[in-house]
């Protein structure tokens, strides 16, 4: 009797310890790797994960049509006073797409039609009406410095716990305005009117957008943002570069020492 208990005392201890690292196990394989370096992967990655009500309120914001823009008759007047041609196509012109698209000319990032691969394949950026993505002003655009492909994986297996830092060493800008000035206040800005004043924008209002299906995807009410809104990260206190860029046979090419990211050296670049 006492072989006996032992036995089945050893097979439920053998079961709790396989079950624990089958637990263990599941829960390494939950957390995503964090790529190897950063891309623009597009705003369409967070709808439907984390990220739905504020997606929606994008599309219906000016920057989730900034790229319809660039098709002909569209904001005429606008157009006229920036001395540009009303009626011409400019969804494929470069002095356009860096300000009115996500990641133009980065790794990831928009590829206008026509765009080819040196073997001739077609790699311009697929374009869904229904789900706006890298072919409009998207998240990635504000938020990062080279493309949120690692830091979203941060946020992902954090579940939006994280320090500032957590994701700033991946690229995330906290220096919002500073961002603004990216395209709406660069010299490069053929719109010169369209100077923007960062303390009253609006960017993309989203209370409307919260339903029952997305209510735990407000990160304001989990105070996780307010716990994030005391510390200083380091792009809010100094500024990421501001890039400036030249045209070299009708291709837009970054002007060196501008880029806020060095691929390279894998540096990120401050203002001061």
């Known amino acids: 009797m006492g072989k006996t208990l032992k036995t089945i005392s050893l097979v439920l201890l053998s079961a709790i310890f396989l079950i624990g690292v089958a637990d263990e196990a599941d829960a390494k394989?939950?957390?995503?790797?964090?790529?190897?370096?950063?891309?623009?992967?597009?705003?369409?990655?967070?709808?439907?994960?984390?990220?739905?009500?504020?997606?929606?309120?994008?599309?219906?914001s000016p920057h989730g049509k900034a790229f319809n823009l660039l098709k002909p008759g569209e904001r005429a007047e606008a157009k006229k006073k920036a001395k540009l041609d009303p009626e011409k196509d400019y969804t494929a012109d470069p002095q356009c797409l860096r300000c009115h698209t996500t990641g133009y000319r980065q790794k990831g990032g928009f590829k206008p039609a026509g765009s080819k691969s040196k073997k001739g394949k077609d790699i311009s950026t697929?374009?869904?009406?229904?789900?706006?993505?890298?072919?409009?002003?998207?998240?990635?655009?504000?938020?990062?410095?080279?493309?949120?492909?690692?830091?979203r994986v941060v946020m992902k297996n954090t579940k939006g716990d994280y320090k500032k830092?957590?994701?700033?060493?991946?690229?995330?800008?906290?220096d919002y305005e500073n961002v603004c000035t990216r395209c709406h206040n660069h010299p490069k800005n053929p719109h010169k009117k369209g100077k923007l004043d960062f303390a009253k924008a609006t960017i993309h209002p989203i209370a409307k957008y919260f339903n029952e299906d997305n209510a735990?995807?407000?990160?304001?009410?989990?105070?996780?943002?307010?716990?994030?809104?005391?510390e200083t990260a380091k792009s809010e206190e100094k500024g990421l570069r501001i890039e400036d860029w030249n045209f070299k046979k009708g291709k837009l090419k970054f002007a060196k020492g501008t880029r806020p990211y060095s691929s390279k050296k894998k540096k990120f670049y401050y203002i001061k």
């Open 29 to 60: 394989k939950k957390k995503k790797k964090i790529p190897k370096k950063p891309s623009y992967v597009g705003a369409v990655k967070c709808n439907g994960s984390c990220h739905d009500p504020y997606y929606q309120a994008w599309v219906d």
């Open 126 to 151: 697929k374009i869904d009406p229904e789900e706006p993505s890298l072919e409009q002003v998207g998240c990635e655009m504000c938020h990062s410095a080279a493309g949120g492909a690692q830091f």
């Open 165 to 174: 830092s957590d994701t700033e060493k991946y690229g995330q800008r906290w």
């Open 216 to 230: 735990d995807q407000d990160i304001v009410k989990d105070g996780k943002v307010k716990d994030r809104a005391k």
